[in-house]
């Protein structure tokens, strides 16, 4: 298993700004994911992140709106970019244990982002 | 394209007794199915894995079934308690990338006593 934390917590901010949310991870991990979770909604698979490479955006993510660092093993942030009142959602980052799938995902506490 | 459908509408029982949840998708045959309870303000947290060769999976109050013929998975609680209502989700593995999930829209569950 693993413990994930996520800063910030929660954040309010103004549209054209950008917020850079924190994961991170209690011990090493390959694989972290970036999820949003609109509300009512699903999520949302926003891009996988692994060290050492470029993150992969799934349709409708680009690098430039929500660009991703993963320095290390156990610590990735993901940014979202000139926010708009559309960005408001639950942000969460995810790790698995494991590659080639089969495995469960842990989850953060999420970042609950209102753009106002 | 992949398409999961849960119940939206939320599932309300009496305590003690067994909540049964229902997972729905089409289009294509995942390797491995998994279900996740997501409590309000909090991430989802993993409950249990089901593989496609594997008919059906248990982990002390919970049951999972995976038929594949009828592309769907229950999701059974027994016994079921306040302290199990949550949003329940599944997700499955994606198809042409494997560590890669989607996930329904979850199911609320509302025990009462």
């Known amino acids: 298993s693993a413990v994930i934390s996520q800063k910030p917590s929660r954040d309010i901010c103004q549209r054209g700004t950008s917020l850079t949310i924190q994961c991170q991870v209690d011990?090493?991990?390959?694989?972290m994911f970036w999820y949003r979770q609109q509300p009512g909604q699903s999520l949302t698979l926003i891009a996988t992140a692994n060290q050492g490479s470029e993150a992969t955006y799934e349709s409708g993510f680009v690098i430039d709106k929500f660009p991703i660092s993963r320095p290390n093993l156990t610590f990735s942030t993901l940014t979202v970019s000139n926010m708009s009142p559309e960005d408001s959602s639950i942000y969460l980052c995810?790790?698995?244990f494991g590659a080639g799938g089969g495995y469960e995902q842990y989850f953060g506490p999420g970042t609950r982002l209102t753009v106002t | 394209s992949q398409k999961i459908e849960q119940n939206s509408e939320a599932l309300n029982i009496q305590e003690g007794k067994t909540a049964t949840l229902t997972c729905n998708y089409t289009?294509?045959?995942?390797?491995?199915l998994q279900w996740y309870r997501q409590d309000p303000g909090r991430g989802p947290v993993f409950l249990l894995l089901?593989?496609?060769?594997?008919k059906e999976k248990r982990k002390e109050r919970l049951k999972v079934t995976f038929d594949t013929t009828l592309k769907q998975s229950l999701f059974h609680i027994t016994a079921s308690q306040p302290a199990d209502s949550a949003t329940y989700l599944c997700a499955l593995e994606q198809g042409t990338r494997a560590d890669k999930l989607i996930f329904g829209t979850g199911t609320r569950l509302q025990v009462f006593p």
């Open positions: 011990s090493q991990v390959t694989m």
């Open positions: 995810s790790v698995e």
């Open positions: 289009n294509y045959s995942p390797a491995y």
């Open positions: 089901i593989r496609e060769n594997e």
